[in-house]
């Protein structure tokens, strides 16, 4: 028996949820695809921190210096224990997904990847998966190829993922949950393939660590990705996962102090894991954010968590799809899909779309949502993105479609 969310409790830790956008005009929050609202106890978990404890960490000696060390580094403790790693050492912060991504490129791919190499990324990969390597392929010469993806159902075409292993690639990366589609991709026979055909695997996990549980080591994953304010945290932390053998071969990405062991006129010798990737003051009060936005998400349990978000999913998605003249991008069943739910609007351009929302307190995104290659497949320029979490309910659901059945009229 899965012990149900306790919705209203939940939604009590959201204040901004109480809020009119304008007068007699609740909020409906459906943008958590892009970030997530914060719940006031991580919020104040973050404000004791800064209030009591606050200090730099791992250069001092004083109590505080101690005490913010201790939390700095269990907050890196909980998030190894949170993703199934195997060691804390293996678990670098850093501001975001995006930089996670850059790091290995500018790290891993620029030591080990030489010219004609061949990267294998998806079609539909956010930007923070494709720009890095483009760049990378601009540096070295290194080659990147793209597996596509069915655009009626919105899942990969594993025929030709398999063909392209074929070819050799030394690094496959691709995007656990879609921040478009909301398809979640078969990680763990992905990578098991990847790792057949010789290469190694980075997964961009933005959008699934926030709403199902992650296991590095079940999925396999040489490097595992994502960001601290998709999942209750606060901005400005994000966690690169890497194996350790991996981290402790790739050369140092910024330098400067807390990254060396040893610094002379005529050089430098790195730290050891995970200091070597963490140059300069990193964001302590952030890290521990993150570890308090995970302690709130486990002690709700993952299966309320998911068991509410499918329930909501199966729920939105069929009076979705009769909404006239509305085309969908991704799956049209729950079945391996995330609460996020892209769509093109005969009627109205997606901005318009949103601005109409907006007017009844809908938070929804319009635009490519970093994903411009995906869009062009489908032929759209754009789509309008309505996406869940946990602090949704049904009522939101209920505005949303009221709200589109609205612009259908305004605009048909
Ligand atoms: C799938 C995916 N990857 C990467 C990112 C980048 O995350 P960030 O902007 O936090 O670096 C996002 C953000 O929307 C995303 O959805």
Not at 354 to 360: E, G, K, P, R, S
Request: charged share 20%; net charge negative.
């Amino acid at each position: 028996m899965v012990s149900a969310l306790p919705l209203e409790r939940v939604r009590a830790d959201f204040p901004v949820l109480q809020r009119e956008v304008r007068p007699g005009v609740p909020l409906v929050y459906l943008d958590s695809t892009a970030s997530t609202l914060k719940p006031r106890p991580i919020i104040e978990r973050m404000a004791a921190f800064y209030l009591h404890h606050y200090a730099n960490i791992h250069r001092g000696i004083h109590t505080l210096a101690e005490e913010a060390t201790e939390a700095y580094e269990g907050a890196r403790a909980r998030v190894a224990r949170f993703i199934g790693a195997a060691h804390p050492e293996e678990i670098v912060f850093v501001r975001n997904a995006t930089e996670a991504i850059n790091l290995v490129a500018r790290t891993w791919g620029r030591a080990f990847l030489k010219e004609g190499d061949l990267v294998l990324l998806t079609e539909m990969e956010h930007h923070a998966n494709i720009v890095p390597w483009q760049q990378l392929a601009r540096e070295k010469g290194i080659r990147l190829a793209f597996v596509p993806f069915h655009p009626e159902t919105g899942r990969l075409d594993l025929e030709a993922y398999e063909d392209l292993l074929a070819q050799g690639p030394k690094l496959v990366a691709f995007v656990h949950m879609s921040n478009v589609l909301g398809t979640v991709n078969p990680v763990a026979e992905m990578t098991r393939q990847a790792h057949e055909a010789g290469a190694a695997v980075l997964v961009d996990g933005a959008q699934a660590a926030p709403h199902y549980p992650v296991n590095v080591q079940a999925l396999g994953a040489d490097f595992y990705v994502f960001s601290g304010h998709k999942m209750l945290g606060p901005t400005g932390i994000g966690v690169l996962y890497g194996r350790r053998d991996l981290l402790e071969a790739m050369p140092p990405f910024l330098g400067g102090g807390g990254m060396i062991r040893k610094v002379t006129l005529e050089g430098f010798t790195p730290a050891d894991l995970p200091a070597k990737y963490e140059a300069g003051t990193p964001a302590i009060g952030e890290a521990i954010g993150l570890a308090a936005a995970i302690e709130y998400l486990e002690t709700l349990g993952w299966e309320a968590i998911t068991a509410h978000e499918r329930d909501l999913g199966a729920y939105l998605l069929p009076r979705l799809l009769e909404v006239p003249g509305l085309h969908l991008l991704g799956p049209a069943d729950m079945e391996n899909r995330g609460g996020v739910f892209s769509f093109w609007l005969e009627a109205a351009h997606p901005h318009d779309v949103a601005q109409v929302l907006d007017h009844y307190g809908v938070a929804v995104r319009a635009g490519h949502h970093c994903a411009q290659p995906l869009h062009r497949r489908y032929g759209y320029p754009a789509s309008t993105r309505a996406s869940l979490y946990l602090y949704n309910t049904r009522e939101d659901l209920d505005r949303l479609l009221k709200a589109l059945y609205r612009v259908v009229e305004m605009f048909g």
